[in-house]
């Protein structure tokens, strides 16, 4: 049953067919065959691309895909002869793009946290290294903190005299001032 699409042409006009390669044979004395058509319809997959992009809303390290990537469809329509249901040639009609192949988007973090401030150094020691387990000020005068001692600086204790007595601390010479 031919459909509306399909044509009928006898073999004398097929033998232009036959140039192109066909395996049929024309014989004079056969009966002329019907050839028919049929339309064909190839699709072929398009690759999708593939982009990075660099992104501080990441992490350094991180990644994440924001579009996924999807491939596109080609199709390819092919006009096929056939003579008593024998392939004997095809044209190519036309080629057009059914589905645009959609890009894949892939972020790549950059974003670093800033280095914590580095602590200032500290100045140089404001104490004296004559004494050990408290801060003993270098200044004019130091006397022990709650004594009968005029200042101006005062040191809470007990410290240890590990030096000179510079401030005269240790008063009963057993080396622990202010205790």
Known sequence: MLRRT???I???VCSALLLTGCAVEADSSAPESDVTYKTVRVKKSIPFAKDTVKTAELD????VVDQQGR???RV???????QDGVEVGR????????????????????HVDAEPAA????????CDDNYAGACVPVASDVDCAGGSGDGPEYVEG???VVGNDVYDLNRDSDDIACG
């Open 6 to 8: 399909d044509l009928v």
């Open 10 to 12: 006898p073999v004398a």
């Open 60 to 63: 350094k390290g991180e990644s």
């Open 71 to 73: 491939p596109g469809v």
């Open 76 to 82: 390819r329509v092919i006009r096929v002869a056939l």
């Open 91 to 110: 044209d190519l009609v036309k080629t057009y793009v059914k589905r645009k192949p959609v890009q894949q988007v892939k972020l790549v973090g950059t």
């Open 119 to 126: 602590e200032p150094e500290p100045a140089a020691s404001s």
């Open 158 to 160: 007990p410290v240890r």
